[in-house]
Structures are given as C-alpha cells and as structure tokens.
C-alpha cells in the first residue's frame, strides 16, 4: 500500500517545541519531504532526507527516520506564531515517474 | 533559486467554459511537471505527470479528455480544463522537477466554476 498518514491538528503555545508525526507504508521509497502550506498558498518545501539516513538537522527543524518503523517525524524548535500552517510529508520513489505520495496534511495553530 | 510560477491565481468562468491555467519553472529546466488537484482542508491528489515532448500519464479516475496537459518546453506546462462544471471547481497546484528527485511547487491556482 501506499497510504501516509499524518495526525490531522497540532497546537502549541509559542516558544515552545512543535513535533509532527508521519508514517508511511512503502519501504521503497528512497526520499521523504516536509512541505508547508499557508493558506491559499502552494507548498513550500521545508527539509528533505534521503533514506539511508536518520537524522536531518536544519536551524529550527529536525527531522528523524526511523525506517523500521516506517515514521517520520519534524521537530520544530521555538515555534513561532508565523510557523501556523498545514505541514505535508511526502515520499518519493527513485523508479519510473518520481511521484510524491502526500500525507494527509498536519495542521499547526501556534498559540500566542 | 527553484521558482515556479502559476498564472493565473484566481479565475472565475461560466459554466462550459475552459480555462487554461500555465506553470513555469522560472530558473531551472523542468525534466517534468505534475499537476494535482486540492479540495478544502484536504491533501493533494496528483492528476497527473508530465515530460517534456511526451505525453502526459493521467492518474486513475482523472479524464485526459477533461484535463488537457501539454508540456512543450523545458520551462513550460500547461492544463487546460475543457468544458468546466462547478464540480471542476477546485485548487490546482502545479510542481517542476529538474534534474534531482525534489518537486518545487506553484502558488496554485484557485478556479471557481459558476
């Protein structure tokens, strides 16, 4: 199967850690990507990581693998009130057409 | 660096109507180009994919009839929706990839069938 799913909303207070759950089903896939949505917005791709790794870290994101247990996950430090978005994971496959398959979409509401 | 563009944002038409909606990639050659499709408060749905002077691979259950896509140009790809019904009505967000795996996205473009 190919299905990814995602927690549907998240609320934290301002200042502090955010962290985003996604699991996914194909353990082919060979990258998986957070993106974020604002409203009325495209996605904006936030961090990637490659499969053969575990942890990613970029300024205020972290993401983890942990590939045995197909879940993925995005760690947002001192969160901040322009963070208040819909967060997508999505992986790819190296083979054929390069498809995304996309969760269900997280959304974030940061409390000031 | 990684920009795509989508024109036009907002379009609103009568019913039976097309209505052509474009995606550039601005700075990059786009080996290939997806459209998807998004409803309110949803995930997106990939309609299809598209290369560069080929055909487009429609995904199950999308009408290549309704949904007409060329993608004449490495920087340019364009779906055309024939006939459109208030049901078409819907946020269509386009994503080129270049010569690595990475999708970079569109703004989208918000069409409303009346």
């Known amino acids: 199967g190919e299905d990814v799913e995602q927690s549907l909303f998240l609320s934290v207070r301002e200042g502090d850690s955010s962290v985003i759950n996604c699991t996914y089903t194909?353990?082919?896939?060979?990258?998986l990507y957070w993106y974020k949505q604002e409203p009325g917005a495209g996605l904006q791709l936030l961090t990637y990581?490659?499969?053969?790794?575990d942890m990613k870290q970029d300024q205020r994101l972290t993401v983890l693998l942990n590939k045995k247990d197909k879940h993925l996950s995005l760690r947002i430090a001192d969160t901040q009130t322009g963070d208040s978005a819909i967060y997508f994971c999505?992986?790819?496959?190296?083979?054929?057409?390069?498809?995304?398959?996309f969760g269900t979409g997280t959304r974030l509401k940061v409390l000031a | 660096g990684a920009v795509v563009s989508q024109h036009p944002s907002w379009v609103i038409c009568k019913s039976g109507t097309s209505v052509k909606i474009e995606c550039r990639s601005l700075d990059f050659q786009a080996t290939t180009m997806f459209w998807y499709r998004q409803f309110p408060k949803q995930s997106l749905m990939l309609m299809a994919t598209s290369n560069e002077g080929s055909k487009a691979t429609y995904e199950q259950g999308v009408e290549k009839d309704k949904f007409l896509i060329n993608h004449a140009s490495l920087t340019l790809s364009t779906l055309t929706v024939t006939s459109a019904h208030p049901e078409d009505s819907s946020f269509y967000i386009c994503?080129?990839?270049?010569?690595?795996?990475?999708?970079?996205f569109g703004p989208g473009t918000r069409l409303l069938v009346l």
């Open positions: 194909d353990s082919s896939s060979t990258y």
């Open positions: 999505a992986e790819s496959k190296t083979s054929g057409t390069y498809k995304y398959i």
């Open positions: 994503s080129a990839k270049g010569s690595y795996e990475t999708q970079y």
């Open positions: 990581i490659f499969s053969n790794m």
